[in-house]
């Protein structure tokens, strides 16, 4: 059972847009920046969102992440076939004193 | 741009000691502006950090995994390693590598990831 908590998949059609919930606790999201991952099939996760709502370069801008309180969320707009894969949320954790993840959310493109 | 590439054997038997290293290539594991990470996602499940070294030696472990884990590092071969003892199948997994800032705690960059069996 992940320390972070994703709903297990989310569908939506294509040019619309869907949002990846991610919750957690103050000593995790609610104390340290969350970090979003994406990982399509048989690949390595890909640093998606960091410090909550920055883009790495290279990153499409359709992708944004929030913030707020012990939870956050990562929207994706203008959907594409080719953004189906697992999104990862991470965040510190002062109490493991390392990295935690979300059990990851499937999303399919109808 | 960095690179960084998983090795080592594909089939540990159970009981026995997992052992790979990652080789980072275009850019200096000695630079001392980040941390290196083993982390390792079972099939069809989610991600687990495994723990971290930094240059100067310095390693976190997760609790769960720290009796069983060693994180080393080797300058000299721009590589780091990771050995982790008494296995059993629930070891088996994909494991990756991955770098993190030192001002953040966020993977940017990660190894394409190596799978380990754990079997008899």
């Known amino acids: 059972q992940s320390v972070l908590t994703q709903p297990p998949s989310v569908s939506e059609a294509p040019r619309q847009r869907v949002t990846i919930s991610c919750s957690g606790s103050?000593?995790?999201?609610?104390?340290?920046?969350v970090n979003w991952y994406q990982q399509l099939p048989g690949k390595a996760p890909k640093l998606l969102i960091y410090?909550?709502?920055l883009l790495p370069s290279g990153v499409s801008d359709r992708f944004s992440g929030s913030k707020s309180g012990t939870s956050a969320s990562l929207a994706i707009s203008g959907l594409q076939s080719e953004d189906e894969a697992d999104y990862y949320c991470?965040?510190?954790?002062?109490?493991?004193?390392?990295?935690?993840f979300g059990g990851g959310t499937k999303l399919t493109v109808l | 741009q960095v690179q960084l590439q998983e090795s080592g054997p594909g089939l540990v038997k159970p009981s026995q000691t997992l052992s790979l290293t990652c080789t980072v290539s275009?850019?200096?594991?000695?630079?001392?502006?980040?941390?290196w990470s083993w982390i390792r996602q079972p099939a069809g499940k989610g991600l687990e950090w495994i723990g971290r070294?930094?240059?100067?030696?310095?390693?976190n472990y997760n609790p769960s995994l720290k009796s069983r884990v060693t994180i080393s590092v080797d300058t000299s071969k721009n590589q780091f390693s990771l050995k982790l003892s008494s296995v059993t199948a629930a070891d088996t997994a994909v494991y990756y590598c991955?770098?993190?800032?030192?001002?953040?705690?966020?993977?940017?960059?990660w190894g394409q990831g190596t799978l380990v069996t754990v079997s008899s």
């Open positions: 991470a965040a510190w954790d002062d109490r493991l004193n390392g990295p935690v």
């Open positions: 991955a770098r993190a800032p030192m001002n953040g705690d966020y993977f940017d960059y």
């Open positions: 070294i930094y240059t100067s030696g310095s390693t």
């Open positions: 410090y909550d709502d």
């Open positions: 103050s000593s995790n999201i609610g104390n340290n920046a």
């Open positions: 275009g850019g200096s594991i000695s630079s001392g502006s980040y941390y």
